[in-house]
């Protein structure tokens, strides 16, 4: 049967046909198309790995970014908690200062009223002893009779002595 | 592997039993005049004109409307080498005489005449016994071969041209077409069954056949020029191409697979002998069944399509014309998946056979 006896015409034909056809297509298409491929598959993986390798970098950015945060936090708080120390410190020392001088003023007030006290006693003792030489001169000057107009007498001066 | 043999039984049912309806028919048709087997085998076949249509003259006889193709005869003895259009043959009708040589177109097939009258010479059964000529004329076939050459290459080097111009760019147009197929070739065809390592130099050749198949078997869908020649469906174009793959698997065949062609690991010393011979037997059978695979399949399809149309004839109805119309609408939509099936099957095995001829130890 005809349909199944190889064509020596054809044998030759696509022996010619397919071979040039394979050799020219390697040569201008598949090598070209490969090579094209292949780079440009290559260029997107270096790409994706490019922008994989950012997307890292933010990340430990962020992370770095955070850590520098908390620590600023962390000086800021210290900083904070320091002031006020300080300002505590400030207002107990100035309390302090404060009560001891008033305590020291306090102290001289008192001891410079004891002194103007004892002066005043001494300068009293010195008047009433004054005065009492005075009455008991008067009296003795006017020898008084009576009793009851000495008495009345020493009462009346005692009422003019004024206890500054 | 129990699919491969469901293919092949079901084409082998259809070939037969396809086959036996026209031939059982064939009483039926002499009567009417309509020789259906003729014509669908006329059909199949490589002719070396282009038939394209028939037109009765003046006379109310029918005149066959075909282009010429061109004859190219090698004779041996003595060397001769002739080239004439095949319009010279009228259709087989008239001898063609070249110097010594007086040139008969009998069936297809081209023989030396005895005489300038075209006389050829006959056994007693009828069956022609004259010399012929090898005939490397470029036939309806070989034509069609140039022109999905020529379409190949303009259209990949076009892809190739788009890859350089557009680098590094996503594809476009036919290059954002061929991509996905091309990148299907590589990826799921020769990396899987070659290995990456060497997968590298047979992909040009996969590639190459894989569109090459592809195209012919489409091209030999469409029912008018520049389709209808059935290259795929010949025997002889399937059998260069799996000619092809065996030469390419032999030839970077690694230590490994000759050992286990020549010297089977492990096998008893008395069965070498025997095994040497199947092994050897097998690298030929591989290609074998490519070949068949593709030729059976083709021309099996093509075939169905002829006898679905033929329908009209045999039955001299019109109103058999929807009937064959859906038929053949089934069948061709069938056909373009078996044609791209087809293409992918003969890519894969091939890719097989070298994977297991280029294998590393293991």
Known sequence: MDLITPDIGIVFWTTVIFLVLLLLLRKFAWKPIMAAIDARNKSIEDALKAAEKTKEEMVQLQADNEVILQQAKKERDSLLMEARDTKEQMIAQAQQEARVEAERITQKALQSIELEKQKAIVELKNTVGELSIDIAEKILRQELTDTKISEKIISQSINDLKLN | ?362
């Open chain 2, 1 to 362: 592997m129990i699919h491969r043999f469901q293919n092949i039984f079901f084409i082998l049912f259809f070939i037969f039993g396809v086959s036996t309806q026209i031939f059982g028919s064939e009483g039926a048709q002499e009567k009417k005049g309509v020789d259906v087997n003729a014509i669908i085998f006329e059909h199949i076949a490589d002719n070396h004109s282009w038939h394209l249509w028939d037109v009765r003259d003046d006379d109310g006889v029918k005149q066959a409307v075909a282009f010429p193709l061109p004859i190219i005869l090698v004779s041996t003895s003595p060397f001769a080498f002739d080239v004439f259009w095949s319009s010279e043959f009228h259709h087989g009708d008239h001898p063609v005489t070249r110097g010594n040589n007086t040139y008969v177109l009998n069936h297809g097939t081209i023989y030396y005449a005895q005489n300038t009258q075209g006389d050829l010479e006959y056994d007693e059964e009828g069956e022609i016994i004259s010399a012929k000529p090898i005939d490397i004329s470029i036939t309806k076939n070989v034509f069609t071969m140039l022109l999905v050459s020529g379409l190949m290459f303009w259209l990949f080097v076009a892809v190739a041209k788009a890859y350089k111009k557009r680098s590094g760019l996503a594809p476009r147009g036919v290059q954002g077409f061929m991509e996905p197929i091309i990148l299907f070739v590589r990826d799921e065809i020769a990396i899987p069954n070659i290995g990456h390592k060497k997968y590298k130099i047979f992909l040009p050749y996969l590639l190459t056949a894989f569109f090459f198949i592809w195209f012919l078997n489409l091209i030999g869908l469409i029912p008018f020029f520049p389709g209808s020649a059935n290259v795929t469906g010949n025997i002889a174009t399937t059998a260069v191409l799996a000619m092809f793959t065996l030469v390419i698997t032999n030839v970077y065949a690694n230590k490994e697979y000759w050992r286990h062609v020549f010297a089977m690991p492990g096998l008893p010393a008395w069965l070498l002998p025997i095994m040497i011979i199947v092994e050897i037997i097998s690298i030929f059978t591989k290609p074998f069944a490519l070949a068949v695979r593709l030729f059976a399949n083709i021309t099996a399809g093509h075939i169905i399509v002829l006898s679905l149309v033929s329908l009209i004839f045999i039955f001299k109805s019109l109103s058999v014309a929807p009937v064959s119309f859906f038929f053949v609408l089934f069948m061709d939509v069938l056909e373009l998946f078996v044609a791209t099936l087809q293409a992918f099957i003969f890519t894969m095995l091939s890719a097989l056979f070298i994977g297991m001829a280029v294998a590393e130890e293991h």
